[in-house]
């Protein structure tokens, strides 16, 4: 994208936010995100959180097959995401939580 964009330009999310503040203000706060890279976007993020980016699924009607996990190449944090179109912005849900490995018994290696 050539030059810089106004404040108006990525006014679509800050509009879908709004109503989403209006909406569902009674689920968890995520962590929120507006980028002139992808002015259509408004990504909702959740750090050790796996039950608001749930709750949030489930208010948007994300079906649950349609999240993605995978793990970021550390191994130890694993990710979820999902995107919907809603009120003319696309909506990512995305969540970051430990992995949890399960300890090894009898010190097996």
């Known amino acids: 994208m050539s030059g810089m964009l106004t404040l108006d330009e990525v006014a679509v999310p800050l509009r879908v936010l709004r109503l989403l503040t ?3 203000g009674h689920l968890p706060a995520p962590s929120v ?18 039950a608001g980016f749930e709750e949030w699924r489930e208010a948007l009607g994300v079906a649950a097959d349609a999240v993605t996990y995978r793990q970021r ?8 995401s999902a995107s919907v179109d809603h009120a ?10 430990d992995v949890v490995t399960p300890a090894l018994v009898g010190g097996a290696a």
Do not use: C, Q
């Not at 190449?73 to 979820?80: A, F, H, K, W």
């Not at 003319?88 to 939580?97: E, Q, R, S």
């Open 33 to 50: 995100h507006v980028t002139t890279i992808y002015p259509e976007r408004l990504e909702l993020s959740f750090h050790d959180d796996l």
């Open 88 to 97: 003319g912005a696309t909506v990512h849900l995305i969540a970051y939580a």
């Open 22 to 24: 209006v909406d569902f």
């Open 73 to 80: 190449s550390d191994g130890r944090t694993g990710v979820l």
